[in-house]
T-cell receptor, first 115, second 115 residues
Framework: DQQVKQNSPSLSVQEGRISILNCDYTNSMFDYFLWYKKYPAEGPTFLIS?????DKNEDGRFTVFLNKSAKHLSLHIVPSQPGDSAVYFC??????????????FGKGTKLTVNP | DSGVTQTPKHLITATGQRVTLRCSPRSGDLSVYWYQQSLDQGLQFLIQYYNGEERAKGNILERFSAQQFPDLHSELNLSSLELGDSALYFCASSVGVGVSNEKLFFGSGTQLSVL
């Protein structure tokens, strides 16, 4: 059961334009959401996060929006740069029985920014 | 460079065999996490250790086991290997036990091919 879904396997945008990556989740217990970026032959690296008590978090060119009622979040990159070309993973965390906290990842969206 | 070291980078073996993947966390990090990324799948959480103790468990098969040693390095043991175990195995580390309030730092992964 895929609790975190990234329905677009790939996205292509022009340099300077906005990139919008989407993510949907099913588990209402998720209370924290994160985006990780992955370049080929490297491990994922943390990009930006948002708590469930907020609806927006901004860090430079990157903004994450959370719509709890729709169980949907999105990552906006403005303006997009060729160096942003990577696979972007959406992730969500919840505290489970026993107090453990687990991070659940989506399958990723491959972003290509064309010069 | 995330500071997390995984060895080996590539591993080719046959069905039925046993392999050990090794991970050295960032200096000062007490938590180690193991993730599996199969073809066309997201990052699947396997297991987390914190300061030598198992902290959280995900979809880890009974044929798989892990441990964290006193020097905080971790090993993931995969036995009775099947073709479907072929995947990229990532190790990540963090300072504390949480995954939402802390960034995870990922190694570059071990690519396991079972033939």
């Amino acid at each position: 059961d895929q609790q975190v879904k990234q329905n677009s396997p790939s996205l292509s945008v022009q340099e300077g334009r906005i990139s919008i990556l989407n993510c949907d989740y099913t588990n209402s217990m998720f209370d924290y959401f994160l985006w990780y970026k992955k370049y080929p032959a490297e491990g994922p690296t943390f990009l930006i996060s948002i708590s469930s008590i907020k609806d927006k978090n901004e860090d430079g060119r990157f903004t994450v929006f959370l719509n709890k009622s729709a169980k949907h979040l999105s990552l906006h990159i403005v303006p997009s740069q060729p160096g942003d070309s990577a696979v972007y993973f959406c992730a969500a965390s919840a505290i489970y029985a026993g107090g453990s906290e687990k991070l659940v990842f989506g399958k990723g969206t491959k972003l290509t920014v064309n010069p | 460079d995330s500071g997390v070291t995984q060895t080996p980078k590539h591993l080719i073996t046959a069905t039925g065999q046993r392999v050990t993947l090794r991970c050295s966390p960032r200096s000062g990090d007490l938590s180690v996490y193991w993730y599996q990324q199969s073809l066309d799948q997201g990052l699947q959480f396997l297991i987390q250790y914190y300061n030598g103790e198992e902290r959280a468990k995900g979809n880890i098969l009974e044929r798989f086991s892990a441990q964290q040693f006193p020097d905080l390095h971790s090993e993931l043991n995969l036995s009775s290997l099947e073709l479907g175990d072929s995947a990229l195995y990532f190790c990540a580390s963090s300072v504390g036990v949480g995954v939402s309030n802390e960034k995870l730092f990922f190694g570059s992964g071990t690519q396991l091919s079972v033939l």
